[in-house]
């Protein structure tokens, strides 16, 4: 079995409830019993023991290096892991295998809610079994747990009915939002677990059970009486659906709420939201802009609310189909106005029946098919004295407090933020704990995407209603509903700083020392999604290491590299990873080539050659990137005087270059095959597609003089050059996603290339290609939300610098500098020791792909005016 693909990034647009949290003591004491606990439960059994932020891992030396197959999953509550630890690890213990637990009760919680990401509710435990002992694990666990509860996992199936134990085939070691599992004779499957059970076509189900049938094309009446007709939106906790009422032809809106999911500390679980949800909208019966009640009904454990049927799509949706409003010009604005003044005619209508909403956002803000507004999701709301636990990072969040009476100004603040979301696109920053910070920087990026003199009353508008005095929210939503225009408060709106050498300087040297104290850290565990991924270039150490190269006369540093090296060199998972560039052995060893030279030789056992990449021929996980490292491998040997491993290198290069030529269609499908249009940036983007495979090859061909690559290599620029316009002009339009800035997928990698492709071959029109992309993504940025390499506003930054060197034109610098500004906006911390991570990718706080590290190259790069991109054969 071959490897599994990394995709780069979870770029996901959904924000999500969040309950209240316990104190970090507490979740610090309940991971330390619980990790008492299994070690007690282990004796003297030979098995290692790690842990991350959500999970203590199990793993025995033993255990084959699967990349994908069957594994078990066991659910539970939170209050009983430690109970169902205690039952099962004898189990494990007896055969071969590894697992790994949810670290204690409230991180399980907060699992089980589907904060983190859907698919990890219900896994309290996952277990990787040989495939020979797979069936007797699973009864053996079957059996133990018996008459046990706990929430469903979506994505598997029950071993039997009345345990909660379930199974599924899928990736053993790989991480990411998109998966591919390549099986026998390179036939794919996605491996990322969904909403339904899904079954590789080369899987036989271990117990002999068929594969799903078909979905009948006719839909089962819910409740005997509601058609459904198509979905809304997928949860744990349960899907919204739309349907058609059987007895009246009208349209409705089917809310599910399944048993146990999302259940909080005082045992309230999705079906007791529901509930009140119903009270709530009873207390609002006939209510403009609210949904009518049409019935309650309960099939097996799940419940289920029907509504009429509001409208065809929400805020978000909308905004993220046809773009902000602030990208649409004035038009956009008197469209924000008139949003605004339905929301608060709709909010003084529901505070006068004595309900406060609590979960305003503008994924319950439904547009009617007439473009009216209307707000729905009361399953949080106050009614009276009953509420229940929860609020919505970044929207309710900052003012709702738990122990507070709920406050009708409480959804002004809620209705600023969505005001916000829907003039740039973007969430409310929310990285810093200090929710001052939190709303400076969300003003200053309003400020940003939203400019001009037209959108400055509105900008005035959300800064007042944002306000964390409850007087001045409420006297700001008067103001606009009386027609009188906004204050100006004592500061008005604010910008992003414009950063100087000097705060520039300090920013760098402030990231360095963060990147250096997170190093002990980075090794010492084996990754927060897979065993292995704290080592590599793209989410761990290799990627740390390699930028903290460039910053050798810092304090700290040269012991820092010195220790991430020593501890990659020994690791026990580094002889499991294949040999991709970013996710593999070959960024890693890139880096220890490159730490070897700086702080004097390491020690390293021998090691056999990795494992293949993956049959995507892409920059990430496939041969483009395995043939980019080796070329990065063979300049370290040359310029060491290693000829010989300068040339084994080379010739490894060649090789990756020979089997993607020699592939075709199959081998280089982004080369040729065409895409859909909303496809487009992702098959031509650097991480998986056209651009990553044409940067390889021209990168071979200098490095080799190979006559039959160079023709592949500037073949393949030409026939990417030929779809930049239109990819382009599709990003020039106001309803053009932020994506189509992004390093990975989007313009700027590609952007990349045709500069560097162009200044190498002074060809003017890739030069001039790549330039004009370049300025769409400096256009596009103020809508990108996150500061990382990855997918993020550090990929524009680094593009734009590329720019500035091959032309000398102050103007990319100066772009270069309104991203610098832009990442400070988006950051937690202070302006001058800001924090960057992005939380919805994958990896550490410091990783190069979505952390600090990355942002560090690009602000080293601007500093200094130049400098290595960490990819390149030129790099370290």
Not at 184 to 212: I, M
Not at 354 to 382: C, E, Q, Y
Request: charge should be neutral.
């Amino acid at each position: 079995m071959r490897a599994a693909r990394h995709d780069d990034a979870r770029d996901t647009d959904d924000v999500e409830d969040i309950d209240d949290k316990q104190d970090s003591t507490q979740d610090t004491d309940d991971a330390a019993a619980l990790r008492r606990r299994l070690e007690a439960l282990l004796g003297g059994a030979r098995r290692r023991l790690a842990a991350d932020e959500l999970w203590l891992y199990l793993m025995d030396p033993a255990m084959p290096a699967y990349e994908h197959g069957w594994k078990l999953r066991v659910s539970t509550r939170p209050e009983e892991l430690m109970e169902t630890m205690g039952l099962i690890v004898p189990v494990l213990l007896r055969h071969t295998c590894d697992a790994k637990f949810a670290l204690s009760p409230s991180v399980l919680r907060d699992l089980n809610s589907g904060e983190r990401h859907p698919h990890l509710v219900g896994k309290a435990v996952t277990v990787y079994p040989r495939a020979e002992d797979f069936v007797t694990i699973a009864h053996e666990l079957a059996g133990i747990l018996d008459g046990r509860t706990g929430p469903r996992v979506l994505s598997d199936r029950r071993v039997r009915e009345g345990a909660p134990v379930h199974y599924r085939y899928g990736p053993f070691r790989a991480a990411g939002s998109t998966l591919v599992m390549i099986g026998p004779n390179g036939r794919a499957f996605t491996g990322r677990a969904g909403a339904r059970y899904r079954q590789p076509p080369w899987a036989d189900d271990p117990f002999g059970r068929p594969a799903p049938a078909v979905v009948p094309a006719t839909s089962p009446l819910v409740g005997g009486r509601f058609r459904v007709t198509r979905g809304i939106a997928r949860s744990p906790r349960g899907d919204v659906l739309r349907g058609l009422d059987t007895t009246t032809g009208e349209p409705v809106v089917i809310k599910q709420a399944r048993a146990h999911m999302a259940q909080d500390e005082r045992g309230l679980d999705a079906r007791g939201r529901l509930r009140h949800e119903h009270r709530v909208l009873a207390a609002l019966a006939g209510t403009a802009g609210v949904p009518r009640v049409v019935g309650h009904l309960r099939h097996g454990e799940d419940e289920y609310l029907v509504m009429t049927d509001c409208g065809p799509a929400d805020l978000r949706r909308d905004i993220l189909s046809h773009g902000p409003y602030a990208a649409r010009g004035d038009g956009g604005g008197r469209q924000v106005a008139a949003l605004t003044r339905q929301l608060l005619a709709i909010l003084a209508a529901i505070h006068n029946r004595s309900v406060v909403v609590r979960d305003l956002k503008p994924d319950n803000v439904v547009l009617g098919f007439d473009g009216t507004a209307h707000l729905v999701d009361f399953g949080i709301s106050a009614l009276g004295g009953s509420r229940p636990a929860g609020a919505t990072r970044g929207y309710s969040l900052p003012v709702y407090r738990p122990d507070a009476e709920p406050d009708p100004a409480d959804d002004f603040y809620a209705l600023g933020a969505t005001l916000h979301f829907a003039l740039t696109g973007m969430d409310p920053v929310a990285l810093d704990p200090d929710r001052a910070v939190n709303r400076e920087r969300t003003l200053a990026c309003l400020t940003a995407a939203a400019p001009g003199a037209a959108l400055r009353p509105l900008r005035l508008l959300v800064a007042g209603l944002m306000s964390f005095d409850p007087a001045e929210r409420a006297a700001a939503a008067r103001r606009f509903a009386a027609g009188l225009p906004a204050l100006p408060g004592r500061r008005g709106t604010p910008s992003p700083v414009r950063p100087s050498p000097a705060l520039l300087d300090e920013v760098i040297g402030h990231t360095v020392a963060a990147s250096v104290a997170a190093v002990p850290g980075l090794w010492g565990r084996p990754g927060a999604d897979y065993p292995g991924s704290s080592l590599t270039l793209y989410a761990g150490a290799a990627g740390v290491g390699l930028e903290l190269l460039q910053h050798l006369d810092r304090p700290g540093v040269v012991e820092a590299v010195a220790e991430l090296a020593r501890a990659t060199a020994r690791h026990a998972e580094l002889p499991r990873l294949n040999a991709a560039l970013y996710t593999g052995r070959t960024g890693v060893d890139v880096f220890l080539g490159a730490a070897a030279r700086a702080v004097g030789s390491l020690p390293r056992e021998p090691l056999g050659p990795p494992d293949p990449p993956d049959d995507t021929g892409d920059q990430i996980g496939g041969r483009a990137g395995t043939g980019t490292g080796h070329l990065v491998l063979a300049a370290q040997a040359a310029a060491d005087g290693r000829d010989p491993d300068a040339g084994r290198h080379l010739a490894i290069a060649s090789d990756c270059a020979a089997a993607l030529l020699a592939g075709g269609a199959d081998a280089v499908p982004h080369l040729v095959r065409p895409a859909a249009s909303s496809d487009a940036a992702y098959e031509l983007g650097f991480a998986h597609g056209a651009a990553g495979i044409a940067h390889f090859l021209y990168g071979c061909q200098r490095a080799t003089a190979g006559q039959t690559v160079r023709a592949a290599a500037l073949g393949s620029l030409d026939a990417l050059a030929a779809r930049v316009p239109g990819l382009v002009s599709a990003a020039e339009r106001p309803e053009a996603s932020r994506r189509y800035g992004s390093w990975c997928r989007g313009l700027a990698g590609i952007a990349a290339l045709l500069i560097e492709a162009g200044a190498g071959e002074q060809d003017a029109r890739l030069l001039g290609l790549g330039l004009r992309a370049a300025r769409v993504c400096h256009r596009i940025a103020p809508r990108m939300s996150l500061v990382s390499q990855c997918c993020g506003l550090s990929g524009v930054g680094d593009v734009l610098v590329d720019a500035a060197l091959a032309t000398g034109d102050d103007a990319y610098w100066a772009g270069a500098k309104d991203i610098a500004s832009l990442i400070l906006a988006r950051s937690g911390g202070t302006v001058r020791r800001p924090l960057f991570p992005d939380r919805t990718l994958t990896g550490t706080d410091v990783a190069w792909a979505t952390g600090g590290a990355g942002v560090l190259t690009f602000l080293r790069r601007l500093r200094d005016r130049g400098g290595a991109r960490l990819w390149d054969p030129a790099g370290p």
